[in-house]
């Protein structure tokens, strides 16, 4: 069996590095070598298949890494973009970078490696039908036979089944998908274009890793466990001192935006696994894989030279089996190309260097560097041990520069030295790869095929360390690195990365301008390397206009600042278009600002979004100025308040007292705040007692589980995860003659116009008499949802419980949106007329009595 030897190795390589890219070198104890060691003699591969990021069952995927010491991998159709954001404001893009990195840190800690697709979590979706008319069915499929061509798993296991439930759309889509490239990945027919780089490839088995939540009850479980097969997953590693479960909870807990910390659990732990396609295992998982050396033609005398290096391994001296190593690399070179030599040889040579305590290293001086400018890197190699290893040479590959060096590594004696090279003037920018392009909203745009598949960029800059090592050749590839002292987290390492010269920055992404007055639109200039000067533009639509039109900067230091100012103005018919902001530099224009997203858990991340802002003209009256708002989650609509002309106050816990909050119009809750903030338990009755005094409380959307007080709401109210996820769903005006709906702006139907993402979530279910529901939406084919805005007199102010999707609405500058919600606020402040009564409609509503 030949595979085309350069693109496995590209692909191997980029296996092992995605586990280390922007941290430190690896640096495993004897106990973890020894397991590593072992693992060189197991020939056999496991896909576990999801559709998002926290899917994966961590459980199965640490015992198959770790026990049985396949090569396992989760392959998660999507980032996770369209979920919530648990630690911050992130969301869509930046919130799937922080999910994508958040997997490569629970692979890290489970052992597995982690692919995706070019599928874009678009949000909730309630069918796998609706799902496939906004992914491309046929690109994600392609997308899974192409990392199963390349991954080769002798089995694969999906977390959903392929039969329609009640789950999301996008779970059993992803198992639909597996069924489909179970068959595809070894028909010749099926996406032939990827046959240039792969082979065709048929797994032995496809499973559906079920349990008893798959079923009715316990009973219906039991009855039909006969024909499951089970897996006792519980067991306990010597080499690592823990049980899978406690391994797999270490990796859940990766999983921090989503707020999936987990403990460790320790003794038997069943999976089981329902046949769904291939030949059918009886007893075992691999029933009928050979996942011994036996498996690649002459292979025996490897597996017999390997085992003998396991036997004599003392783990207070692992590099005493080096020589042994070596000498099963030799043996290993003469056999056939085949897919599991070049996996093989890329473990050994890892094991080789880590039983030496082999440590090789190139840091910049800088995290990030323009193309075509001087890199300074400090460079570190160091050999732990008696074995003769010599440092031959050091290509900087993305340089095209070699350093002939011929130095023996002495035991013990580092070797560090300086070393500047220049980066190509053709260098990409560091972007990540599947956000260089515009996609759709289904898809993300990714025109390498090599990409594809990948959980992250490539390194910007690898170097290639040529050694000898017992007087056999060897390669190692690092990525270079840029690493700082922290004074509380200590060494701190974050990815190298190549950016453009100069960012233009807008420092809000939408602009609402709620009159004819001009709004002051500000551009933060940074530079990314000395001596740049130019100017900065603001590119306008038809109607709108900037003075000046232009400013001057000129920033001598690299990092150095500049903050320009523009005024704009707005046409005088409501109109919603696009700002840009760009710069000039030496007769070249750049219109990219800068983000880096930057949590403890995960390593730093930057990006080079468009310098794009939404503006808006908007019809908008409001009445009451002071907001308060209670962080939850995470969110940016009180920066939208603020756009408004809203005085937003962030509550911090010494404000949650009477005297203090009768100041404000309104008190907001974040997303889920009653989820989040503990502390809200022990305010709740100030709460109450602030709109029984005639304030408003709007209390955006929580999820059911895990409330931190079971009432949140002065009358009874059950929150349920009812949902409206079509952004364009009709939505229906259940008392068009409220207050809500008419002061100070009169809502139509037109203001559900342009949503994104969804109309809401976590809709209540049922509702005392005191609630009015004002609106009704539903996804088609499904009962009204009525739930989503209700409003209760209590007291002389009014209580407002909304499970609309504000957070995603406002910061996308819905003008509709913006209307519906300024009227929330100024419920009360007057009534222009309009009643807040019990006003009826046509539109069939639930009654009051069924809630």
């Known amino acids: 069996m030949f595979i085309r030897r350069s693109v496995l190795l590209l692909f191997l390589t980029l296996c092992l590095a995605t586990q280390s890219f922007a941290q430190a070198p690896a640096k495993p104890s004897a106990a973890k070598i020894l397991q590593d060691l072992k693992k060189l003699n197991v020939l056999g591969s496991a896909l576990y298949i999801a559709a998002h990021p926290d899917d994966e069952n961590t459980r199965l995927i640490a015992y198959l890494s770790n026990e049985e010491l396949y090569n396992t991998a989760y392959l998660s159709v999507t980032r996770g973009d369209g979920g919530q954001n648990l630690i911050g404001p992130e969301i869509r893009e930046g919130l799937g970078i922080i999910r994508t990195q958040e997997l490569l840190q629970a692979r890290r800690t489970d052992g597995g490696k982690q692919f995706f697709t070019r599928a874009n979590d678009f949000g909730f979706s309630k069918s796998p039908d609706e799902t496939f008319t906004i992914w491309n069915k046929e690109q994600v499929l392609a997308d899974m036979v192409w990392v199963i061509r390349k991954f080769r798993p002798d089995v694969l296991i999906t977390r959903f089944s392929p039969k329609p439930s009640e789950t999301h759309g996008h779970h059993t889509a992803s198992a639909i998908l597996a069924g489909e490239a179970f068959e595809a990945a070894a028909d010749p027919k099926r996406f032939p274009e990827q046959l240039k780089y792969v082979e065709v490839w048929q797994p032995k088995r496809l499973l559906w890793n079920t349990g008893v939540w798959s079923f009715r009850s316990q009973k219906e479980f039991e009855d039909y466990g006969s024909q499951l097969l089970k897996i006792d997953v519980g067991g306990y590693n010597p080499l690592q001192g823990k049980s899978y479960p406690e391994i797999a909870a270490e990796s859940r807990s990766m999983h921090k935006s989503q707020g999936f910390g987990a403990s460790g659990a320790r003794g038997s732990a069943i999976e089981y696994l329902e046949h769904t396609k291939g030949e059918r295992a009886k007893a075992e998982l691999f029933e009928g894989v050979n996942t011994s050396w036996s498996r690649v033609k002459g292979g025996e005398k490897v597996a017999k030279l390997l085992q003998k290096a396991i036997q004599s391994y003392n783990p207070e001296n692992p590099s005493g089996t080096v020589p042994a190593l070596v000498a099963v690399k030799k043996e290993m070179e003469k056999l056939p190309e085949s897919y599991w030599k070049q996996v093989k040889l890329q473990e050994l040579d890892e094991v080789i260097k880590h039983a030496l305590g082999l440590y090789l290293e ?257 019809d908008l009256k409001k009445k009451g100025e002071k907001v308060g708002y209670v962080m939850g989650a995470g969110d940016e609509v009180p920066t939208s308040l603020q756009q408004i002309g809203y005085q937003v106050t962030i509550l911090k816990d010494t404000d949650m007292n009477e005297h203090t909050l009768k100041k404000f119009d309104a008190i907001i809750l974040g997303v889920r705040a009653y989820n989040t903030v503990d502390r809200l338990r022990h305010h709740q009755a100030t709460l109450m007692e602030y709109v029984k005094e005639g304030g408003n409380l709007i209390v955006q959307y929580n999820t059911n589980h895990a409330l931190v007080l079971q009432n949140v709401a002065p009358y009874p109210l059950k929150l349920s995860r009812e949902r409206v996820t079509v952004e364009d769903a009709a939505v229906r005006l259940l008392k068009p003659n409220h207050q809500v709906l008419n002061t100070p702006n009169k809502i139509t139907g037109k203001d559900f116009e342009g949503w994104v993402q969804e109309r809401g979530l976590y809709f209540p279910s049922e509702w005392s008499k005191e609630f009015e529901a004002i609106l009704s939406s539903n996804d088609p084919g499904e009962p009204a949802r009525d739930g989503g805005l209700l409003v209760a007199p209590y007291g002389k102010g009014n209580y407002i419980y909304t499970g609309y999707s504000w957070f995603r609405q406002l910061p996308a500058g819905v003008p509709g949106a913006y209307r519906l919600f300024a009227n929330l606020i100024s419920l009360g402040k007057g009534s222009a007329g309009a009643s807040t009564g019990n006003n009826t409609t046509t539109t069939t509503t639930k009654a009051a009595s069924a809630h």
Do not use: C
């Open 362 to 618: 190139v840091a910049a001086t800088d995290y990030a560097a323009t193309p075509g400018e001087q890199v300074k890197l400090q460079v570190e190699a160091i050999n732990r041990s008696s074995v003769p290893v010599t440092l031959q040479s050091i290509t900087y590959g993305f340089a095209s520069k070699d350093t002939t060096l011929r130095t023996q590594l002495q035991n013990n004696l580092d070797l560090s030295f300086t070393q500047s090279v220049q980066l190509p003037r053709s260098v990409p920018y560091s972007q990540p790869y599947w956000l260089r392009k515009p996609g759709t909203l289904g898809m993300f745009a990714v025109e390498n095929q090599q990409e594809v598949g990948l959980p992250e960029n490539t390194p910007a800059a690898p170097v290639r360390f040529s050694l000898m090592i017992a007087g056999q050749p060897f390669e190692y590839t690092v990525p270079v690195v840029y690493k700082r002292t922290d004074p509380v987290e200590g060494e701190v390492y974050r990815p190298f990365e190549v950016t453009p010269p100069v960012f233009v920055n807008l420092v809000e992404k939408v602009y609402m301008f709620a009159d004819q007055e001009p709004k002051q639109v500000q551009v933060l200039v940074k530079s990314g390397k000395p001596q740049v000067a130019g100017t900065v533009k603001l590119a306008l639509p038809q109607g709108w206009r900037s003075e000046p039109a232009s400013i001057a900067f000129d920033l001598k230091a690299k990092g150095a600042e500049q903050m320009v100012r523009f005024m704009v103005y707005p046409p005088k018919e409501q109109q919603e278009a696009e700002l840009k902001a760009i710069a000039t530099v030496a007769g070249n224009t750049y219109d990219k600002g800068l983000n880096t997203i930057s949590y403890a858990h995960i390593p730093a991340q930057t990006t080079f979004p468009d310098a794009t802002a939404k503006v808006v003209k908007l």
